[in-house]
């Protein structure tokens, strides 16, 4: 089977302010940052995809944000060994993410429970503390979609 990576939309929150939502893994005793995340299922576009995993993670709807974009590049990052070998038999080796930015309300309120649990909370925080504060292995991804957005600079 050759390796590939899995098809994935990543999705920044912003309230407009220049803040983010730095999202927290129920399952993660690390406490890692991530933004909502997930794989494209057969037969849907991204933007579906972007759609359906706000809706999943965060409990928001099309008419509760603005799209503002999607990446123009696509990001790709490697699982761990160990990843890899537990997911061996779908033929992937990580994931290739495109990225969009939505824009919120900064009073908007999240329903982490609306599909199934993955996040244990969420916050506002800065596009650098989002970045510092990911899995290393997507910090170049996320550093520059954050980029590309205007919410971070080209030097960060």
């Known amino acids: 089977m050759q390796k590939s990576y ?6 920044l929150v912003t309230d407009g302010q220049g803040r983010v939502l730095l999202c927290r893994r ?3 005793a690390h406490e890692k940052a991530q933004t909502v ?13 972007a759609i359906r995993e706000v809706s999943e993670e965060i409990g ?9 974009g999607s990446s123009q ?3 790709k990052y490697d699982w761990p060994a160990d990843i890899q070998e537990r997911l ?7 994931q290739e993410q495109q990225y969009f930015l939505i824009q919120v309300n900064p009073d908007t309120t999240f329903v982490l429970d609306n599909h199934h649990q993955e996040f244990s909370r969420v916050e506002w925080g ?6 510092s504060q990911a899995w290393e292995r ?10 590309e957005f205007q919410l971070l600079a080209g030097n960060a």
């Open 6 to 11: 899995r098809p994935n939309v990543a999705v």
């Open 26 to 28: 129920a399952d993660d």
């Open 37 to 49: 995340q997930g794989g494209i299922d057969p037969g849907e576009t991204p933007r579906q995809a």
């Open 60 to 68: 928001l709807e099309p008419e509760d944000y603005e799209i503002i």
């Open 73 to 75: 590049a696509k990001y």
């Open 88 to 94: 061996s038999e779908t033929g992937y080796i990580g």
């Open 126 to 131: 800065t596009p650098e503390e989002l970045v």
């Open 138 to 147: 997507k910090q170049p991804g996320l550093r520059a979609a954050l980029t």
